[in-house]
């Protein structure tokens, strides 16, 4: 399945900004959730074919939300990567384990995160 339409789900306004400004310059159509259940929400009216997933967020959090998306059958195929400001391993392997498919450190470099993206698409 080719990745068009990329869901970016974060509290902070700047960095759904600077995100989707560098989605878009790639080519893809983004959309936007501020939190995880607004992401949940919306994922159930129109799914994105991609979600970058913050973790550091109220309510639900980046680790759950992504833990949902993949649990739920509807929503499992939905590749998430996830989005986090802590340079640690066990931030990575804990997203894994909830389902996400990649993880990308804050600040997001857009070679990184645009390689991370093409390879899912293959």
Partial sequence: MAIKT??????SE??????TEMLEAAG???TTAENGEDCLAKVEVSPPDMVLMDVIMPGLNGFQTT???????DTAHIPVIVCTGKEQATDRMWALRQGARDCVIKP??????????KSLDE
């Fill in 6 to 11: 990329i869901m970016v789900v974060d509290d």
């Fill in 14 to 19: 700047t960095d759904r900004y600077l995100l």
């Fill in 28 to 30: 893809y159509t983004v």
């Fill in 67 to 73: 833990r949902a998306l993949s649990k739920n059958p």
């Fill in 108 to 117: 997001v470099q857009a070679e990184e995160l645009l390689a991370k993206i």
